[in-house]
T-cell receptor
Framework: AQSVTQPDIHITVSEGASLELRCNYS??????LFWYVQSPGQGLQLLLK??????LVQGIKGFEAEFKRSQSSFNLRKPSVHWSDAAEYFC???????????FGIGTKLQVIP | DTGVSQNPRHKITKRGQNVTFRCDPI?????LYWYRQTLGQGPEFLTY????????KSRLLSDRFSAERPKGSFSTLEIQRTEQGDSAMYLC????????????FGDGTRLSIL
């Protein structure tokens, strides 16, 4: 069965600093990988997705993620964080042939001035 | 594209009552999903539809839960005889058919059981 691990429950960064949110997945073959962001009281918004091809994918709001098969990781990065990026971030995986999306527990990002 | 719409946004009810939530997906999408999200957790899959057919149900979907999508458009999720543990955010998402198609989420219905 597929699974997703987000080892950092809460991260605090200063505005303007770089950001990396970690995500590790467990699945035998190449999965479909996603990052979503959720603001308080809101649904989830898709930031970016990886299916195949170039392992560095660009998303919205200046985010990017890199797929590393050898490390089973799909870490999310942003070079300079803005106060509006404060939210909860979820990594998700879909195994090929299935529709069920498995989400990680989420990482709550706090941005300080 | 008007997005996925969920109603109501908030529902407060007494334990033992029945509740029903509605989801209107993006009109071009033929797949519709329901998730439950509790505090401090990621969304957990409940069920999904392709058009009007319910194709998969999670073990989380006990016999008190029922979901329908009668005409392949909007969907309803009903919880009968609500329990304290049903308190959660219920999220609906929709997507195009096809493996790995990204799902677009509504803002959810927050259910509070008194």
């Amino acid at each position: 069965a597929q699974s997703v691990t987000q080892p950092d429950i809460h991260i605090t960064v200063s505005e303007g600093a770089s950001l990396e949110l970690r995500c590790n997945y467990s699945y035998g073959a190449t999965p479909y990988l996603f990052w979503y962001v959720q603001s308080p009281g809101q649904g989830l918004q898709l930031l970016l997705k990886y299916f195949s091809g170039d392992t560095l994918v660009q998303g919205i709001k200046g985010f990017e993620a890199e797929f590393k098969r050898s490390q089973s990781s799909f870490n999310l990065r942003k070079p300079s964080v803005h106060w509006s990026d404060a939210a909860e971030y979820f990594c998700a995986v879909v195994a090929g042939g299935y529709q069920k999306v498995t989400f990680g527990i989420g990482t709550k990002l706090q941005v300080i001035p | 594209d008007t997005g996925v719409s969920q109603n109501p946004r908030h529902k407060i009810t007494k334990r033992g009552q029945n509740v029903t939530f509605r989801c209107d997906p993006i009109s071009e999408h033929n797949r519709l999903y329901w998730y439950r999200q509790t505090l401090g957790q990621g969304p957990e899959f409940l069920t999904y539809f392709q058009n009007e057919a319910q194709l998969e149900k999670s073990r989380l979907l006990s016999d008190r839960f029922s979901a329908e999508r009668p005409k392949g458009s909007f969907s309803t999720l009903e919880i009968q005889r609500t329990e304290q543990g049903d308190s959660a955010m219920y999220l609906c998402a929709s997507s195009f058919k096809g493996v790995g198609q990204p799902q677009h989420f509504g803002d959810g219905t927050r259910l509070s059981i008194l």
